[in-house]
Antibody, heavy 122, light 110 residues
Framework: QVQLQESGPGLVKPSETLSLTCTVS??????????WSWIRQPPGKGLEWIGF???????NQNPSLKSRVTISVDTSKNQFSLKLRFVTAADTAVYYC??????????????WGQGTLVTVSS | QSVLTQPPSASGTPGQRVTISCSGS????????VNWYQQLPGTAPTLLIY???QRPSGVPDRFSGSRSGASASLAISGLQSEDEADYYC???????????FGGGTKLTVL
């Protein structure tokens, strides 16, 4: 059974960097069959794709966040990470990590981590 | 403002059939497959329907999906109280070169 678990600070100050890690169990981030993604959900709002990474290190990010986002993978720890720079209150959200299947026109997120709430406040 | 348009709410009584729509454009639903996610209160989303019509193992056949042109629909038959949740459609957007989600539909079982 594949499981993903997000970890990181729940409170970040404005203008600082949000850093989260997703630990994968039951699968390997090196497997090559999947990509690994971050998605966020502001309180009471919908889902927003942040970006994803392949085990090779190649990434794809949402253009609206690309200038502030870095996604990396650590195959030795079976983890992947998110850094979001220069955060504001608008970045307050539940952040989810998820495994992504991508093949041509097909893609889906499954499974998802339980999510972690990150609040941006001084 | 989400790229995909869903009604903010839907409702039905136990046993009824309800349908949730998802409208997009030629750059997303019109040229790519659609997935649906269910988010029960206070939990993470889970995959409900993938590739327009496919159900992952464990999803009851009461749930079905369809796609036509630049729109898609999720149908739930034999509505049950445990179906009360938020439902999100999603697909790939060729202009964005990435996944996009609908704004979500909150389903209430009366």
């Amino acid at each position: 059974q594949v499981q993903l678990q997000e970890s990181g600070p729940g409170l970040v100050k404005p203008s600082e960097t949000l850093s989260l890690t997703c630990t994968v169990s039951g699968d390997s981030v090196s497997s090559g069959s999947y990509y690994w993604s971050w998605i966020r959900q502001p309180p009471g709002k919908g889902l927003e794709w942040i970006g994803f990474i392949y085990h090779s290190g190649s990434t794809n990010q949402n253009p609206s966040l690309k200038s502030r986002v870095t996604i990396s993978v650590d195959t030795s720890k079976n983890q992947f990470s998110l850094k979001l720079r220069f955060v504001t209150a608008a970045d307050t959200a539940v952040y989810y990590c998820a495994r992504v299947f991508i093949s041509g026109a097909l893609h889906w997120f499954d499974p998802w981590g339980q999510g972690t709430l990150v609040t941006v406040s001084s | 403002q989400s790229v995909l348009t869903q009604p903010p709410s839907a409702s039905g009584t136990p046993g009824q059939r309800v349908t949730i729509s998802c409208s997009g454009s030629s750059s997303n639903i019109g040229s790519n497959t659609v997935n649906w996610y269910q988010q029960l209160p206070g939990t993470a989303p889970t995959l409900l329907i993938y590739t327009n019509t496919q159900r992952p193992s464990g999803v009851p056949d009461r749930f079905s999906g369809s796609r036509s042109g630049a729109s898609a629909s999720l149908a739930i038959s034999g509505l049950q109280s445990e179906d009360e949740a938020d439902y999100y459609c999603a697909t790939w957007d060729d202009s964005l070169n990435g996944p996009v989600f609908g704004g979500g539909t909150k389903l209430t079982v009366l």
